[in-house]
């Protein structure tokens, strides 16, 4: 039945084809579009049909529209009671003069003349008269891309039109001369018509033919403005994005100097607010690729305290009131928000951190297998991506040793040889991202009124009508810790106090050496310090503590991560390098790595990690002022015995570590490859 008529309607008073019509779900057009003879004929259809259904009289019809009771039933049948292309009834829309409601259908031979008129008609003649034809040619027309077999992605209209005329000559329509192939164009223009026509009629397959799979999957899911978010803090975007540019790191040579090697494209994890546009918090990665780990720090930094760093490559870099969400003040520490909205590459490491971001932030993840997300659309995260647009085409992009968006952009240039010879380390990329971040929080933006992100989020939170979360400091460490079920080994019928391996490390305390019960048992090991393995918590499955363990050597003497940890035992594994008994195993991979400055290799990622760590710990245990007139003092020193003593001193950062030496002893090498400053002329 179709839409419109109900069988128990009453309505109308007449019938038509034995039911009643409904006219409340009847669609009207726009009578203000119709003019002159048009809307004039349009109102006496519309009246007729009216007075028709009501019951009126021929008579009455005829008088008060010039229109007879069999037009009026015509009117109704034919063109009121048809279906309109988006499936409902044509309604009123049917009553409007000249237009057509039914394709043309040609009742006659086709004859074209010395002039080429006469073929009004023919494709679909043609079509009518070969239905097999019709339907294999709208399956060629909507035949899409298949994932496993090699086809033609993209076939243009030319390339259906052969199609389609091979197919008429086997069917002999040349060999008698008939329509198309007694036409000068061979019938394209209506080839071409009719294969528009069909995929009008199927919107996924000609959002496919246009723009492929991802345009067709966009069709299907929307651009997101059906879904709008009107509350504060009620969801992030999170993504992670590389940075369009090349970098170096300076490793020093055993000789003396440094050598200035390219290190792979870096990474940045970042967390956006959605209302404001404020950016919550990030975390610069230098892995190849982006990690649980990563997240989890990005995540963190999101709810901690954003401090001001210094920088070397300016006096005064930063704008006024620029900063992280949490600069606002005590109040905006901890915020916590209700989405987090992620694309499908990312959701696959963040599956990891679900349950955590649930527990202390009580926040949902919002991924493709639960929600409207999409693997790399960009349409289901707009505002972060539009900000990794910006923070490229403002801040790296700009620069000479940029790769540009894709391979053409580089425009003859070479980043690589650029970055070698300014010596642009990759400390000096981290010190202008956390600028760049920084100064888009306090930049007018012209998507929320020319405010600054920041300025706008302060407004929100203080009128605002709701109230707000915030996450548990201790509960945050512990949840976005990295934790681990680990059973207690040793014991006394071993004769060893019991401990327990995390990680390619064995930790113990004074407490777990007295709890001979837990020998053989579970229990809780959590990496609560991201940048400091060498301590760790621990607790019973029931969560009573254990205190703080310690991992024994090699990897008690420098700070380090649970993933440096790793790197550097499968380097082991593999026979790169032996540790040996009684040394720091971080001391022997670095010194591993920068014995191999001259090799063609990349550096290894880990060096990167190892570096990051290293001058973090002897920024805050020393501080920086200290630290560069040790690093003057060593140079000093190590300039006037001519190298005699540069073999056999080891890094003041190592050392501060290890508590093994005074950081301001000039016999001491320096406490990290000294950052050199960029240079452009």
Same mark, same amino acid.
């Given at each position: 039945?179709?839409?419109?008529?109900?069988?128990?309607?009453?309505?109308?008073?007449?019938?038509?084809?034995?039911?009643?019509?409904?006219?409340?779900?009847?669609?009207?057009?726009?009578?203000?579009?119709?003019?002159?003879?048009?809307?004039?004929?349009?109102?006496?259809?519309?009246?007729?049909?009216?007075?028709?259904?009501?019951?009126?009289?021929?008579?009455?019809?005829?008088?008060?529209?010039?229109?007879?009771?069999?037009?009026?039933?015509?009117?109704?049948?034919?063109?009121?009671?048809?279906?309109?292309?988006?499936?409902?009834?044509?309604?009123?829309?049917?009553?409007?003069?000249?237009?057509?409601?039914?394709?043309?259908?040609?009742?006659?031979?086709?004859?074209?003349?010395?002039?080429?008129?006469?073929?009004?008609?023919?494709?679909?003649?043609?079509?009518?008269?070969?239905?097999?034809?019709?339907?294999?040619?709208?399956?060629?027309?909507?035949?899409?891309?298949?994932?496993? $077999?090699?086809?033609?992605?993209?076939?243009?209209?030319?390339?259906?039109?052969?199609?389609?005329?091979?197919?008429?000559?086997?069917?002999?329509?040349?060999?008698?001369?008939?329509?198309?192939?007694?036409?000068?164009?061979?019938?394209?223009?209506?080839?071409?018509?009719?294969?528009?026509?069909?995929?009008?009629?199927?919107?996924?397959?000609?959002?496919?033919?246009?723009?492929?799979?991802?345009?067709?999957?966009?069709?299907?899911?929307?651009?997101?403005?059906?879904?709008?978010?009107? $509350?504060?803090?009620?969801?992030?975007?999170?993504?992670?994005?590389?940075?369009?540019?090349?970098?170096?790191?300076?490793?020093?040579?055993?000789?003396?100097?440094?050598?200035?090697?390219?290190?792979?494209?870096?990474?940045?994890?970042?967390?956006?607010?959605?209302?404001?546009?404020?950016?919550?918090?990030?975390?610069?990665?230098?892995?190849?690729?982006?990690?649980?780990?990563?997240?989890?720090?990005?995540?963190?930094?999101?709810?901690?305290?954003?401090?001001?760093?210094?920088?070397?490559?300016?006096?005064?870099?930063?704008?006024?009131?620029?900063?992280?969400?949490?600069?606002?003040?005590?109040?905006?520490?901890?915020?916590?928000?209700?989405?987090?909205?992620?694309?499908?590459?990312?959701?696959?490491?963040?599956?990891?951190?679900?349950?955590?971001?649930?527990?202390?932030?009580?926040?949902?993840?919002?991924?493709?297998?639960?929600?409207?997300?999409?693997?790399?659309?960009?349409?289901?995260?707009?505002?972060?991506?539009?900000?990794?647009?910006?923070?490229?085409?403002?801040?790296?992009?700009?620069?000479?040793?940029?790769?540009?968006?894709?391979?053409?952009?580089?425009?003859?240039?070479?980043?690589?040889?650029?970055?070698?010879?300014?010596?642009?380390?990759?400390?000096?990329?981290?010190?202008?991202?956390?600028?760049?971040?920084?100064?888009?929080?306090?930049?007018?933006?012209?998507?929320?009124?020319? $405010?600054?992100?920041?300025?706008?989020?302060?407004?929100?939170?203080?009128?605002?009508?709701?109230?707000?979360?915030?996450?548990?400091?201790?509960?945050?460490?512990?949840?976005?810790?990295?934790?681990?079920?680990?059973?207690?080994?040793?014991?006394?019928?071993?004769?060893?106090?019991?401990?327990?391996?995390?990680?390619?490390?064995?930790?113990?305390?004074?407490?777990?050496?007295?709890?001979?019960?837990?020998?053989?048992?579970?229990?809780?090991?959590?990496?609560?310090?991201?940048?400091?393995?060498?301590?760790?918590?621990?607790?019973?499955?029931?969560?009573?503590?254990?205190?703080?363990?310690?991992?024994?050597?090699?990897?008690?003497?420098?700070?380090?991560?649970?993933?440096?940890?790793?790197?550097?035992?499968?380097?082991?594994?593999?026979?790169?390098?032996?540790?040996?008994?009684?040394?720091?195993?971080?001391?022997?991979?670095?010194?591993?790595?920068?014995?191999?400055?001259?090799?063609?290799?990349?550096?290894?990622?880990?060096?990167?990690?190892?570096?990051?760590?290293?001058?973090?710990?002897?920024?805050?245990?020393?501080?920086?002022?200290?630290?560069?007139?040790?690093?003057?003092?060593?140079?000093?020193?190590?300039?006037?015995?001519?190298?005699?003593?540069?073999?056999?001193?080891?890094?003041?950062?190592?050392?501060?570590?290890?508590?093994?030496?005074?950081?301001?002893?000039?016999?001491?090498?320096?406490?990290?490859?000294?950052?050199?400053?960029?240079?452009?002329?």
């Amino acid at each position: 039945m179709e839409e419109g008529i109900d069988d128990n309607s009453c309505c109308s008073r007449r019938r038509i084809d034995g039911r009643t019509v409904d006219t409340s779900h009847w669609a009207s057009p726009d009578e203000g579009a119709l003019t002159g003879d048009r809307r004039v004929l349009y109102l006496a259809r519309k009246q007729a049909v009216s007075l028709y259904l009501s019951g009126a009289s021929g008579e009455s019809i005829r008088r008060l529209t010039s229109l007879g009771t069999s037009q009026a039933y015509r009117l109704i049948r034919e063109r009121c009671l048809e279906t309109h292309p988006d499936g409902r009834p044509y309604g009123w829309r049917g009553l409007v003069p000249w237009l057509r409601v039914k394709p043309y259908r040609r009742s006659t031979k086709v004859h074209v003349d010395q002039f080429g008129r006469g073929a009004a008609g023919a494709m679909q003649a043609l079509l009518d008269s070969q239905p097999a034809l019709r339907q294999a040619f709208e399956a060629r027309i909507l035949a899409s891309a298949s994932a496993k $077999r090699l086809v033609e992605t993209k076939q243009s209209r030319r390339r259906h039109c052969a199609w389609f005329l091979d197919q008429l000559r086997g069917f002999g329509y040349e060999a008698r001369n008939e329509w198309p192939f007694n036409t000068l164009s061979l019938g394209y223009s209506s080839i071409c018509r009719y294969i528009d026509k069909v995929l009008s009629a199927n919107p996924r397959a000609l959002a496919a033919a246009s723009g492929g799979p991802n345009l067709a999957v966009k069709l299907r899911s929307g651009d997101g403005t059906g879904r709008p978010v009107q $509350r504060f803090m009620q969801r992030v975007e999170m993504d992670a994005h590389k940075l369009d540019g090349r970098f170096c790191v300076s490793l020093p040579l055993m000789g003396g100097g440094f050598k200035e090697k390219i290190v792979h494209r870096l990474w940045v994890v970042v967390i956006l607010e959605v209302v404001s546009r404020a950016v919550l918090g990030y975390y610069f990665s230098v892995r190849r690729e982006i990690s649980k780990d990563d997240v989890m720090r990005a995540l963190k930094r999101a709810l901690g305290r954003w401090c001001l760093r210094p920088v070397s490559f300016c006096d005064t870099p930063y704008l006024p009131e620029a900063g992280l969400l949490s600069a606002l003040g005590s109040d905006f520490v901890g915020l916590c928000w209700d989405e987090t909205s992620v694309d499908g590459a990312l959701a696959e490491t963040c599956q990891h951190v679900r349950d955590a971001l649930r527990d202390s932030v009580g926040s949902t993840l919002l991924d493709p297998k639960t929600s409207f997300s999409k693997r790399r659309s960009k349409d289901d995260r707009p505002f972060i991506e539009t900000f990794f647009r910006n923070l490229a085409g403002q801040g790296f992009q700009r620069l000479s040793n940029t790769t540009g968006a894709n391979f053409q952009d580089r425009k003859g240039r070479q980043p690589e040889e650029v970055a070698l010879a300014s010596r642009f380390q990759y400390e000096y990329a981290e010190e202008l991202l956390n600028v760049l971040i920084a100064n888009y929080n306090a930049t007018p933006h012209s998507g929320i009124g020319n $405010r600054t992100p920041l300025a706008y989020a302060k407004f929100l939170y203080h009128h605002s009508q709701q109230s707000f979360r915030r996450a548990d400091p201790a509960v945050v460490d512990t949840l976005f810790s990295i934790r681990k079920r680990c059973i207690v080994r040793g014991g006394a019928k071993s004769g060893r106090a019991p401990f327990v391996e995390f990680h390619y490390g064995r930790y113990t305390n004074d407490v777990l050496h007295n709890r001979h019960d837990l020998v053989g048992s579970e229990i809780w090991v959590v990496c609560h310090k991201e940048d400091d393995c060498r301590v760790a918590l621990a607790s019973t499955l029931d969560g009573m503590s254990l205190g703080v363990l310690r991992a024994a050597p090699p990897w008690n003497m420098s700070p380090h991560s649970l993933s440096l940890r790793a790197a550097i035992c499968q380097a082991c594994s593999h026979g790169k390098f032996a540790i040996p008994a009684g040394v720091d195993a971080i001391d022997v991979f670095m010194r591993y790595v920068e014995s191999q400055a001259h090799n063609r290799l990349p550096v290894h990622p880990a060096y990167l990690e190892a570096r990051r760590i290293l001058a973090a710990a002897a920024d805050s245990s020393i501080g920086p002022s200290m630290l560069d007139v040790a690093m003057a003092r060593a140079k000093a020193g190590s300039s006037s015995s001519k190298g005699s003593k540069g073999a056999a001193s080891e890094p003041t950062a190592r050392r501060a570590q290890s508590g093994a030496a005074d950081p301001l002893k000039p016999s001491a090498g320096p406490t990290l490859p000294p950052r050199r400053m960029a240079q452009s002329r």
